[in-house]
């Protein structure tokens, strides 16, 4: 079994950035998935981090709120937003309702593929499980 916080302290994800402090990070990953549709909620396994460009959220960020609760009722263990096209930056208050309900909200750099992210990611899921 592989925390986030495991996950996120692997020196080749050191550029990948947890913006909330309070974020419950001891919790199991158990896969890893790319997505940009805001009912994804619906189709996902537990305990995966999602993985996002977050295009749908570019001129509303404060939806992002409610898509976090859809992701923790899902029983998801974060959100990885790539922050470059349509995201420059995550608005404070999405920051701050992340961290009151201790969801994990990463950043990822523009220059980082989500793809290559989520193979790496999930190869170290694979051989821990292995393991």
């Keep these: 079994m592989t925390t986030l916080r495991e996950l996120l302290q692997l020196p080749r994800f050191s ?3 947890l913006l909330n402090s ?9 896969s890893i998935e ?3 549709t805001p009912d994804v909620a619906l189709f ?7 993985l996002s460009t977050a295009m749908v959220f570019k001129d509303k960020q404060e939806d992002l709120i409610p ?3 859809s992701l923790i009722k899902a ?3 974060g959100l990885g937003i790539k922050i470059s096209r349509f995201l420059k930056e995550i608005d404070p208050k999405v920051i701050a309702y992340a961290n009151e309900k201790k ?7 523009g220059a980082y593929p989500l793809g ?6 999930q190869n170290f899921l694979w051989n821990s499980k292995e393991e």
């Design 44 to 50: 996902i396994p537990k305990n995966v981090l999602i």
């Design 34 to 36: 790319i997505t940009e």
């Design 15 to 17: 550029a990948i950035n």
């Design 103 to 109: 969801f994990a909200l990463i950043t990822i750099p």
């Design 22 to 30: 309070e974020a419950n990070l001891d919790v199991a990953v158990t």
């Design 75 to 77: 029983n998801a263990v």
């Design 116 to 121: 290559s992210l989520l193979h790496q990611m």
């Design 67 to 69: 898509f976090i609760d």
